[in-house]
Structures are given as structure tokens and as C-alpha cells.
């Protein structure tokens, strides 16, 4: 299915809110526009994206609550084994 064209104004809001980072807005004004679904218009503004040379945005680093924890959890552990050697 071809994709609807952008009006010439809405593509320059698009664009200037995709330099300025704000990419949730950009989805929005290309779902406004075309009638798109939101994977679809995401898709769309990764393309625009990559036409202004945006990087893509950085993921998370794939540590999460889970690394935390058990960072947490071994620091825990460690001080617990450190108190019951100087007690006895």
C-alpha cells in the first residue's frame, strides 16, 4: 500500500520536532496526517529521521532493576558476612 503524502507544512513541523528530539509529537502529527497506525508512523519517522542523518535514539543498557538488585542484594551480603566475623 502506497504511503499518503505529507503536506508540505506538516512535514517541516515533523522534521523541526524530530531535530529537537521530540519524537513521540512527530508520531503524532504523522498519525494526524495519514491515518497511519502507530507502528506504521514510527516506521515513517525513522525513515525521516534517518533522511536528516538523526541518530537513533540510545536503548537502555540492558542492566535494568534485576542488575540493581542484585547489586544490592551482594553488597547486602558481603556487610552481613563482614558484621558476623568481627562479632565473633
Known sequence: MP?????DAALAEIRALLQ???RIEAIKVIRWHTDL???E???RAEAIERELGIPPPQGASGVGCLGV???IALIAW???RWLIARVQ
Open 78 to 80: 558481603f556487610a552481613y
Open 69 to 71: 538488585l542484585i547489586v
Open 37 to 39: 497506525g502507530l507502528k
Open 20 to 22: 529537537e528530539g521530540r
Open 3 to 7: 504511503q499518503k503524502p505529507l503536506p
Open 41 to 43: 508512523a514510527k516506521e
